[in-house]
């Protein structure tokens, strides 16, 4: 029985900031920079360069002026051009929709000309080049010929010099919820100024003391940065979302949200803040044990090694309860050592051991390590939790889940360095400037 031959067209828009490694193929073609900046003067013919290469013997890529968005999600899209846009600079650029012919070990060069009308107002104005990749895989079983087109864009961004520039914004619809007494705040920054900025947020939560009960960072939707910044253009939102790092007991707070921004590159920061109440009722959660509000990362503990190896891996205790938890960490097995072996963890805080592992030469080094962690706060009486930690030889351990957060090596007693904006942040591009457009290869 034959199959009759059919064929399946695939489009993929490859965007700086998100990059499809898993599905691009190696042989696409790749364009770099990611992500431009380009300083223009008003009446001028100016101009900006992109490379473009390819690893096929030779293609055919076409290249177009686009206006671009960036929604409060994060996600770029290509924008409608009826869509009103005072920011849009894609009227300026003078390249008309082209096709270029690659070839492969031939870099080709390619200067954008621009052209800023006089009487343009100072500031920042926003386009895309987008690069249409059709490409077609060898047929396959079944007679399926699949045809994958891909697009992406470079992000451009023109500086026009002049006039007045304006850097201002404010949160938006500030929300908590709490679960199992763990408060969790969603927010909106809005950029209300004329100009792009780079966004920090981070909340305060105090009790009716006005005491400090617990400061977290609260993430950018779809941020690539650790403290979860985001670009966020002229007139554009952005979503932000953070949990506490502890459990606050039953009775009324204030939450604070801190919002600091400003423009990309310079030292001055600005900062707007909301405040709001909530309540934290009595539930279950409040009557655990202290043992089980600590939460152990990496999850699960997992160590590649080879047999007669002599291997340390760090592991983080962060007690998200209401208590200080002492606890100790015991195996029976002779092959692992904790240092150190009693831990102090206040509410909020993390604290590293550091797991040693030394295998015999002559065994097999695939185990399971039993591991137990006392709260011996409690005394005699004091809760167990069972672990383990996982054993493999090189290379053939499964691929563990990337953590958003790493761990961090602090002292208990100190403050957490989870608090928020700081006066120097790491600042993110809209674009991954390091990566190529194609996929970061």
Known sequence: MSASRSSRSIVLLCLPLYIFLAIVPVWAAEVEPGFVRK???VGKLESFGITLRTGQVQEKVSIQPVNF?????????IAKDDVENPFSA???CQLKPTEVILRKGADKQLKIPVRIPPGTPGGEYFMALQVHNPLTTAQRDQGLNVNIEMSFLVLVVLDVKGGRRTVAGKVLEPKISVKDAFPTINATFENSGTVS???RMAAVIRNEDRQVMDKFVVFASASQQQDGQAFVMPRGQRDYSGEGNRKLPPGRYSAEMVSQFGVQGSKEKRRTKTSFEFEVEESEAHNVSPIDDVVIKPDPLILEMPSGGTQFMTVGFKNRGLKTVEAELRSENPTISFFPKKVKILPGKTMNVRFGVKLPATEDPRRDIPIQIKDVTQGAEGKVRDLKLSIYAPGTAPAPEENRKEVK??????EDKNEGPSD???EEKPADVDRKGSGGK
């Open 409 to 414: 090596s602090e002292d208990s007693n100190k």
């Open 69 to 77: 968005a960036i929604d409060h999600l994060g996600q770029i899209s």
């Open 197 to 199: 900025v780079i966004s």
């Open 90 to 92: 894609k009227q300026w």
């Open 424 to 426: 120097t942040p790491k």
């Open 39 to 41: 300083s223009v003067r």
